[in-house]
């Protein structure tokens, strides 16, 4: 039987959108640039979907089930979109559960079993079973955001499943709703079904279990025995064997069917107690081929996990600040392939004899003393984000050319591993690409993938002989053309070559039986399309960029369309990095809405569609995208923290710009970007223009005006501004330091400049203060301009400030992080060329001058206890490390950072009446908590503008630039 026929219903259907709204308590989400978003995953196709609802309760999705069957229309479940072969990309409705179905529903510790909804991820499950002792350990690499729902649609693995298999081996039950609007707990039951298993339940296992009967002889026969064995459906669970093995329990048939039997409204899991100890030996090679050869032996030695790295990420993490200083410590001259071994355990002493034991059979082997030992928790977690960012690393290619998944998790045996690894390079060589190979070394699951070009047909083709000739590999040495991430599009065509005409017919027939109308993510697993059909690529063959479209920043660095800016923006590849929790920064927004449109992958989504035509014509500057950035803070978390480097803060300025220039600036943006040269005047009469929060009615009168919150109080104008004139001139003389005074700190908190310039002199310096020609107004780095999307102006300030500063070869030091890291970020785009990047090489905060060049500086005792909120640019920029260093250097002083993303002010946004609730959400995740913990005595230290007076409003507490505790201990 087939899918459903192609019905009445397109994507954006009004009629429906307007069902599902009156019918469920869902959030329905129609719009074009909604659907655009969920017409991706981490994969290399794009279908649209009919339309999106985010249920908030198992009734919301019992309601859209039931309209979808009246309808005629597909239902497609979706957790994190992180899925690599194009199972969560359909023409369907998409049940996103990741907002609001991400409950723990039970934990029975004593039987180590947890019951959960689908859209919790394993993050924030393993967080909450810490307090049992216990954790799941199916960990794949996205365990931050992948939804245990999505990782049982997959059959996911993991680097630990030699040790504790896969999730069919670790899913007890599923309640499940079927297509049929019935519901049952699909578990271990016995052969003989009771009263209580409803008729058409019982009618359906007793299908099941004739089928697996029948063709118990050909599941022996084909199914290769290979533990990461994860394509087609988990029929070898009905055969008789199983069920006489305690195999046969039902959940197992429903792991890994990728959402097309049934929707999993609530899964049981199996626990283990934690191992609260582990030790990691990386292991040194000088050839690929050598360490495969190797990965046979290393797992006899019983560890938890043994995972490959090979030359290309290490190169191309190296080229990734924030894993470069890792990756350095993890090697030994310059090897050619690590293997990273892994033991777990109750206690070190049993560990650090089995790093011993690792010694030896590296010896043994050939490569004596080849082993860096990572025994401390910090270099651990280092390197396990270094691993988890694999495939991410791999996709920070820039260009066109991409590693592609498509045969990346095939599995063969340990003593085929070498031979066969060396066979499929041959493949590739012929083919004139190359792979990147990482990951599963300890199961024979290596994730590798061809270097592939998709926007070029013949590379398409390409694509497809390379992935014919792989499988043929595969069957040869009798492994799993899907070893992990699933069969989705890419590898569903392929069954019938791995498997055989019967198993495949089989599993239709399960297929058929759970869902006979084809409701439940039709053509995924049975009756595919072809992998290589460009009408459901992301990049289509009429995929072209907007000629229309101009950028106004410099995106050279990207080779391609647009300057490079569709390359820069393509850099996404939907893997969702963005969507977890405990990142430093990224992304503040996605954290406090749980929106796919307020995400970075979102985001980057929408400018993709809007850069090639897909939203219509002059779509940048629409509505659209000015929608998915209004939550955007430019706080540049992922500037740092994607691994493939989406700048959405950057990309933001586009935006913004072409907004400008088809609809102009609105009154209050330009009042907000020209603040700088306002408050000058302000400052003159600082009574008048402080007004506002002292006469009763103004507030809400600025807010019916121009938009600014009536329960924000504004910052407070100074008339004892800092001016120029408090300080000499450069001249370029020894010792010398040109600070760069920022608006907000010399109309608003001079003293934190003034301070400034006393901690620079008792360090020996010599500070002078970087000034325009005389009687002209004072420099401006721009911030507020580009905040605007006031580019022009804001390219007319970087003129400015770099004629003023490119005579002297003085560090130029500024204290306000946004201010100062112009200099190293956005001139280089607005002005490319070699002054800019001479000034941004030496553009520094004061904290980096002083940890870098480390002069004496004479502290006197403060017995005090400092929490340190770091601004998203200091962390952006890696500076943050400096400022929390160099506060320990004051004797008697604790200093305890404080874990925390944004603080959700970001200059104007946290005044902005519209965006007021997202700002305080933004500070409530983890900032405000942290503050209103700390003692009253406390110091609470914030070095930027907005962090202070976002903890001010709202945390009650006054928060000081560091700068000031400095000065208070030289004083």
Same mark, same amino acid.
């Given at each position: ?6 019905? +009445? ?15 469920? =308590? ?42 979808? +069957? ?110 049929? =609007?019935?519901?049952? +707990? ?38 290769? *025995? ?8 988990? !029929? ?6 199983? #069920? ?13 069917? *990728? ?113 860096? &030992? ?27 050319? @991409? ?51 998709? @926007? ?18 595969? +069957? ?26 019967? !198993? ?29 059909? &460009? ?104 500037? &740092? ?37 306002? /408050? ?35 910052? #407070? ?115 490319? =060329?070699?002054?800019? &990047? ?57 200093? @305890? ?19 007021? *609730? /997202? ?15 700390? /003692? ?36």
């Amino acid at each position: 039987m087939n899918a459903l026929p192609p019905g +009445r219903i397109t994507p954006g259907d009004p009629r429906l959108a307007a069902r599902l709204r009156r019918e469920t =308590g869902a959030e329905v989400l129609f719009r074009p640039a909604d659907r655009g978003r969920y017409a991706t995953d981490a994969s290399i196709y794009q279908q649209e979907p009919i339309g999106v609802v985010v249920p908030r309760s198992l009734a919301d999705v019992e309601a859209a089930l039931a309209i979808c +069957r009246e309808e005629g229309v597909p239902l497609l479940p979706r957790g994190g979109g992180t899925s690599q072969c194009g199972q969560t990309v359909n023409r369907a409705l998409v049940l996103d559960c990741t907002k609001y179905l991400r409950r723990v529903l039970e934990v029975d510790a004593k039987a180590g079993v947890a019951r959960v909804e689908p859209g919790i991820t394993l993050g924030a499950l393993n967080d909450a079973l810490k307090a049992h002792g216990l954790f799941y350990p199916v960990d794949p690499s996205t365990w931050q955001r992948c939804t245990i729902g999505g990782m049982a649609g997959n059959n996911s693995c993991g680097s630990k499943s030699i040790r504790y298999g896969l999730m069919a081996d670790n899913v007890l039950a599923i309640d499940a709703l079927l297509a049929d =609007g019935s519901r049952f +707990r699909f578990g271990d039951l016995p052969d003989n079904l009771g009263a209580e298993v409803p008729g058409g339940i019982a009618d359906l296992i007793q299908r099941l279990r004739a089928l697996g009967a029948r063709e118990a002889e050909e599941i022996a026969a084909r199914f290769p *025995e290979q533990l990461r064995r994860v394509g087609g459906y988990n !029929i070898e669970a009905l055969t008789p064997a199983a #069920r006489a093995a305690g195999r046969g329990n039902l959940a197992r048939l429903l792991v890994g069917s *990728e959402g097309t039997l049934a929707f999993s409204a609530a899964l049981d899991l199996k626990l283990w107690p934690i191992k609260p100890r582990k030790v990691l030996g990386i292991c040194q090679f000088p050839s690929f081929r050598k360490a495969m050869e190797a990965s046979k032996h290393l797992v006899s030695l019983m560890p938890e996990a043994v995972e490959l790295v090979d030359r290309t990420m290490m190169d191309l993490g190296r080229s990734i600040p924030i894993y470069r200083a890792t990756i350095d410590k993890m090697l030994i001259g310059e090897p050619d392939s690590l293997l990273i071994v892994e033991f777990h355990g109750q206690e070190d002493g049993p560990l650090m004899r089995d790093l011993a034991r690792l010694d030896e059979m590296m010896a043994d082997l050939g490569h004596p003393g080849q082993v860096v &030992r990572a025994t401390d928790a910090g270099f651990q977690a280092a390197i396990a984000e270094v691993r988890e960012a694999g495939l991410n690393i791999m996709m920070s290619m820039k260009g066109d050319g @991409k590693p592609v998944s498509f045969i990346e998790d095939c599995a063969v045996g340990l003593d085929d591993l070498a031979d066969y690894t060396e066979r499929l390079n041959e493949v590739f060589a012929k083919h004139g690409t190359k792979g990147t190979w990482y990951a599963h070394a300890s199961v024979g699951c290596l994730h590798v993938r061809p270097v592939l070009n998709m @926007k070029d047909g013949a590379e398409v083709a390409k694509m497809r002989a390379i992935a014919e000739e792989c499988f043929a590999l595969v +069957r040869e040495y009798k492994g799993s053309h899907s070893g992990e991430h699933g069969d989705g599009i890419v590898r569903s065509e392929f069954h019938r070559p791995m498997f055989g005409d019967r !198993i495949v017919t089989a599993f239709e027939e399960v297929k058929d039986a759970f869902d006979p109308s084809g409701l439940l993510n039709p053509n995924r697993i049975t009756r595919p399309p072809r992998m290589d059909d &460009r009408s459901l690529f992301r990049y289509a063959p009429d995929y072209a960029a907007d000629p229309a479209i101009t950028p106004v920043l410099d995106w050279s660095d990207y080779p391609g369309p647009l300057g490079g800016l569709l390359s820069a923006v393509e850099m996404c590849n939907n893997n969702g990095t963005c969507r977890k929790f405990d990142a430093n920064v990224m992304c503040p927004s996605y954290r406090a809405t749980r929106d796919e449109a307020h995400l970075t992958r979102g985001r980057a989504n929408t400018l993709r569609l809007a850069l090639t035509g897909q939203l219509g014509p002059d779509a940048l500057a629409g509505d659209e995208v000015a929608a998915a950035m209004a939550l955007c803070v430019s706080c540049k978390g992922c500037k &740092r923290e994607c691994p493939t480097g989406v700048d959405m803060a950057r990309m933001k300025i586009e935006a913004l710009a072409a907004r400008a220039k088809r609809h102009g600036v609105p009154l209050r943006e330009r009042l907000i970007a020209r603040l700088p040269r306002m /408050a000058r005047f302000a400052s003159m009469a600082p009574i008048l223009f402080n007004l506002r929060d002292m006469i009763p009615g103004l507030p809400a009168l600025t807010q019916s005006m121009l938009g600014l919150a009536a329960d924000r109080r504004l910052p #407070r104008f100074r008339g004892d501004v800092f001016h120029d004139w408090e300080l000499r001139a450069p001249d370029g003389r020894a010792h010398e330091v040109i600070l760069l005074p920022d608006a907000f700190n010399r109309y608003f908190e001079p003293e934190n400049l003034r301070a400034a310039i006393r901690v620079l002199r008792a360090a020996g310096y010599d500070p002078a203060v970087a000034r325009p020609p005389r009687g002209m107004r004072p420099l401006d780095e721009g911030r507020t301009l580009l905040a605007a999307g006031m580019v022009d102006e804001a390219r007319t300030e970087a003129r400015r400030v770099i004629a003023a500063l490119a005579p002297f070869a003085s560090p130029v030091v500024g204290i306000e992080p946004s201010s100062l890291t112009t200099l190293r970020d956005e001139f280089l785009v607005l002005l490319p =060329g070699e002054e800019s &990047r001479a000034l941004a090489k030496r553009a520094l905060l004061l904290s980096e001058l002083l940890e870098r060049d480390k002069p004496a500086l004479a502290f006197k005792p403060v017995e005090a206890t400092v929490h340190i909120h770091g601004h998203c640019h200091q962390k952006a920029f890696g500076a943050f490390p400096a400022a929390v260093a160099l506060l320990k250097r004051i004797p008697g002083v604790t200093v @305890k950072p404080i874990t925390s993303s944004c603080c959700g002010m970001a200059g104007a946004f946290g005044y902005q009446a519209e965006s007021l *609730e /997202a700002s305080k959400a933004m500070a409530e995740l983890s900032l405000l908590p942290a503050v209103r913990a700390a /003692a009253a005595q406390d110091f609470i230290i914030a070095d930027g503008t907005s962090c202070r007076h976002q903890i001010g409003d709202l945390g009650g507490r006054e928060a000081i630039h560091s700068v000031r505790l400095l000065d208070r201990a030289l004083s």
